[in-house]
């Protein structure tokens, strides 16, 4: 493996190479703006890129901070966010809320910021999460019907800036079966996928318990897609991907010491449905994964 430190130049012409690769917009001045504002972090953190299926769909890259920062402060005074955003106050509200909690930032390789995550620092149930002051009643009045169907902890949650929407990542207590998704599906009115999706979904999630994600509504509550997330797939294995995310896996650069790819299945109302994709690039991201109690298809071993 090439050396796994954070390299501005590297980084710009992987990303442009990336980009070209995937069909996806890309603009140079606002990646070079996003580095010199939170040069810090990409340096101290690890480093992924993520995409979709969807023909033309954004490549997305993210650093993890390994330590407590106000991201959105300086995303404020950067004018990459506007101040006092209601989704910028809900950050605000789930990072104060424990004591080690970190940001984590999301760009688009074309537009600069686009979401940020708060790693609560551990398991959190769901009722401190979303009981305290800041949280809109429409979102907090989910946690009657989150509890009811097993969805207890809470390990990360975000905020979309473009879409006005928030995330609640949970983590299940058991593996995937086919009633569970059935009930977990329910929330957004999504349907069973066809055999084949669901015997990869089985195969590839973490059987002990896995990351399921609820992206609602900041203004009104209203749940719009749910996701199953496979983090850290087997080496060479993948589940059934289209030709957008073979390349993405196969031609876009990973420099870290550990290699890691993962997918999630997202569901909408009805069939809507598409596949998303992550994949580390440097910073030791399997390792930090491991600290924070993701959990993953193929665990952390140590000698």
Same mark, same amino acid.
């Given at each position: 493996m090439s050396t796994i430190e954070f390299s501005p130049s590297r980084f710009l012409a992987d990303i442009e190479t990336s980009a070209d690769i995937l069909g996806a917009d890309y603009c140079a001045p606002m990646t070079r703006r996003v580095l010199d504002v939170f040069e810090e972090s990409f340096h101290r953190g690890a480093v992924l890129w993520r995409t979709t299926d969807r023909p033309g769909g954004a490549l997305n890259y993210r650093f993890y901070e390994r330590r407590p920062l106000d991201t959105v402060c300086i995303a404020e005074r950067a004018?990459?966010?506007? #101040?006092? $955003?209601?989704?910028?106050?809900?950050?605000?509200?789930?990072? /104060? @809320?424990? #004591?080690? $909690?970190?940001?984590?930032?999301?760009?688009?390789?074309?537009? /600069? @910021?686009?979401?940020?995550?708060?790693?609560?620092?551990?398991?959190?149930?769901?009722?401190?999460?979303?009981?305290?002051?800041g949280i809109p009643d429409p979102i907090r009045r989910h946690e009657s019907r989150f509890r009811e169907l097993g969805l207890t902890v809470v390990r990360n949650v975000a905020v979309d800036y473009q879409q006005g929407t928030a995330n609640l990542y949970f983590r299940t207590g058991e593996g995937i079966d086919a009633g569970s998704t059935k009930r977990l599906l329910a929330l957004s009115g999504g349907t069973m996928p066809d055999a084949r999706t669901f015997g990869d979904m089985l195969a590839f999630t973490a059987p002990g318990g896995y990351t399921f994600s609820v992206t609602l509504r900041i203004d009104t509550g209203r749940i719009e897609r749910v996701g199953f997330y496979a983090l850290r797939l087997p080496a060479g294995r993948f589940p059934h991907i289209g030709g957008r995310l073979a390349t993405f896996f196969d031609r876009v650069p990973s420099h870290d010491d550990a290699e890691m790819n993962a997918?999630?299945?997202?569901?909408?109302?009805?069939?809507?449905?598409?596949?998303?994709?992550?994949?580390?690039?440097?910073?030791?991201?399997?390792?930090?994964?491991?600290d924070c109690d993701s959990p993953m298809t193929v665990p952390v071993m140590h000698s």
């Open positions: 004018g990459f966010i506007p #101040a006092r $955003s209601p989704a910028a106050g809900l950050i605000r509200a789930w990072s /104060g @809320l424990y #004591a080690g $909690s970190r940001e984590l930032c999301d760009f688009d390789s074309a537009q /600069g @910021l686009v979401k940020t995550w708060v790693y609560l620092d551990g398991r959190r149930p769901v009722e401190e999460v979303l009981d305290t002051r997918v999630a299945w997202s569901f909408g109302s009805g069939n809507r449905r598409y596949m998303k994709a992550e994949r580390s690039y440097c910073g030791r991201l399997v390792a930090l994964m491991h």
